[in-house]
């Protein structure tokens, strides 16, 4: 039985979320003696509670710490290709615990305002209350923010359309569409054709139809609620705007599938 067939079994169960919770044991012990070492190493750095860091990101402090400030350097050397990021609004969406937006202020700089924002009131509340020069707003799963129209030179989101039901994909495009300035840079990663081998038959002959596949049956946005996106899929998504980079990434490593990298531009409206 592969993988994907036991993950679908056990939404139909309902046992998903206690085998994540003993995934989150299994990873908690595992890591132990690493993350003891790191907090022993670097005792002033603060970190998010051991569940919030599994649930965004995994439950490995390095790789949280510094993991994070050479994902901000990747994302600032692609953005950089397209926008100034001098004296511009930056916006992460889905920022979790700040694994990224923490280093945004040291990594960018050049005088930008750097904003985060998440569903999960938890990760936002310790993100407030950790993480200097980044405004924070806890939004809900539904699309919508607080930010003006045409408000953010530039968004990023890592792995968040990756967990969010096809309804949600086009309200949230449009949600993140309508603050972005004309002009504007939206950095999104996918699960893309890397993702294949991890698809059952039906998902997988969905998918090669160009369709959008889901698992569901969890809580929308939870880690364990999972989409995969094919081109597609991504072209019709971003009919409205110019795609300015699609990057399928690769692996020297079995460990980690890299996501695709998609760059939009929001065109400027002709008067």
């Not at 993988?3 to 890591?31: C, E, H, P």
């Not at 806890?138 to 045409?150: G, I």
């Not at 946005?221 to 081109?231: D, I, L, S, T």
Request: hydrophobic share 35%; glycine share 6%; charged share 25%.
């Amino acid at each position: 039985m592969g993988k994907a067939q036991l993950s679908n079994i056990l939404r139909r169960l309902g046992l998903i979320y206690l085998v994540d919770w003993l995934r989150f044991y299994v990873f908690k012990w595992k890591n132990y003696s690493k993350n003891k070492a790191f907090r022993t190493k670097h005792p002033d750095i603060a970190l998010p509670p051991d569940y919030l860091m599994y649930e965004s990101f995994g439950l490995d402090y390095d790789k949280y710490y510094h993991g994070g400030r050479n994902m901000a350097i990747w994302i600032k050397d692609h953005l950089k290709k397209h926008t100034s990021l001098k004296g511009q609004a930056v916006l992460d969406w889905g920022c979790g615990p700040g694994r990224i937006i923490r280093h945004m202020p040291e990594v960018i700089g050049d005088n930008c305002t750097f904003f985060g924002t998440d569903y999960n009131a938890k990760s936002i509340a310790w993100c407030k209350e950790n993480i200097s020069n980044v405004a924070f707003n806890c939004n809900p799963l539904e699309a919508q923010l607080p930010y003006p129209d045409n408000s953010m030179d530039a968004i990023y989101g890592i792995s968040i359309l990756t967990h969010l039901s096809e309804e949600m994909h086009y309200n949230w495009f449009k949600e993140l569409h309508r603050i972005l300035k004309p002009n504007g840079i939206l950095l999104l990663t996918t699960h893309g054709d890397n993702y294949k081998v991890k698809l059952e038959q039906k998902e997988l002959n969905a998918y090669n139809k160009g369709q959008l596949v889901v698992r569901g049956t969890v809580k929308e946005g939870h880690r364990m609620y999972c989409a995969f996106q094919p081109k597609a899929f991504m072209h019709n998504l971003f009919k409205d705007v110019t795609i300015v980079e699609h990057l399928e990434l690769t692996s020297d490593t079995k460990d980690w599938v890299p996501q695709d990298l998609w760059i939009v531009r929001k065109q400027i409206v002709q008067e």
